[in-house]
């Protein structure tokens, strides 16, 4: 049976009011580094017919920007800004306007309309994703059982694609975009089903086989989960979440319950990002860490002891090498005191040389590294403080002392700073 909402306006907008927020730092990056040098939040305000723009501050709080709000046309809806934080687009008119507001985002995170300020919508537009290219844009649009779909132009200025619009059962509500940018989801509300579409090349939707899969009663919010594996559905009538597992083109299956519950007409979903927390290096230690026989032989040293407090596999590269004695003097012609292995310098290994000046206090090497964890998280030691040392006493029962600055490039011999 269909679960018709007796105020469909004022039913929609139980959501809460959309915010959308536009982080500064590069990680992010799987996408688009954003230009702005701060995150900056954005609201829409239905009964004002303005979006409400803030500065996030220390700790995440709220400050107004100047202007406070910026104008939106009738009946403001949802918001997404775009992965480049450059652009801001909001849905307009659940009844009347039928148009999408797009906003160019300025340094201080102020929104200014582009020209032109608006962009023709279907019926009753109202939620709206963003490609994680930034490619394209996708509104569903509630009265005309449809999802609009649009180019990205210069600028960030929309463009209707060929065609306009797919269609999207009935009462198309909540949408949202894969993160590999392959797949989009929305919530069709009175089917009591999730339409899955591919995208294609240019962006352009295609439903794909099945072109639905049940949800609860009346789904209303979608979300991905940052790595693309889940979706979850926020089931309005239903009391309940719908949550899938992500298959092989992006096809969705029931997970395993196929519901969870939830409180009284739940409306919207989110899921927090994967925070991705850097490698230690602070265990790393060089093995040998002392070479006894000055055999002027190359000796292979292995680094180890990095570790992932999240469980990330991690990998060592090798930085540079240096020492505190000349690398040739009188006496001295073997060159260079440092080779990489067969791995290149992608490796946790590199030989140094079984030699030190027997005029002097011992030889001590400094290995510089990085470690990865392949997910964009590392950790680093240079020369100066790094705790990857092999010393090469003087004699047998001494401590080499590092003598450090000066120091030189084992590899080239030359001096370093």
Known sequence: MLRLRSHPRRARRRRCLPVSVTAAAAALAVVAAPAQARPFAYVTNEGNNDVSQYDVGSGGL???LVPPTVAADTFP???AVSPDGKSA?????FVGSNSVSQYDVGPGGALAPKSPATVAAGS???GVAVS???GGVYVTNFLGNSVSQYDVGPGGALAPKSPATVAAGINPQGVAVSPNGGSLYVANGAAASVLQYNVGPGG???????AAVAAGIYPDGVAVSPDGGSVYVANSGGNSVSQYDVGPGGALAPDSPATVAAGTTPIAVAVSPVVNHPPSCTAVTATPGTIVSATRELITVALSGASDPDGDAVSFHIDGVSQDEPVTAQGDDTFPDAQLTAAESNSNQ??????????LNGRVYRIAYTVSDGKGGSCSRTAANTNAKVSVPRKKGETAVDDAPPSYDSFTGAPLP
Do not use: H, M
Request: positive net charge; proline residues 18%.
């Open 204 to 210: 352009a939707l295609q439903p794909k086989s099945p």
């Open 62 to 64: 709220l400050a107004p």
């Open 77 to 79: 809806g949802a918001v």
């Open 89 to 93: 687009y909001v849905t307009n008119g």
């Open 132 to 134: 994680p290219g930034g």
């Open 124 to 126: 009753g537009p109202d």
């Open 350 to 359: 590199v030989k140094v040389r079984a030699e030190r000046n027997p005029q």
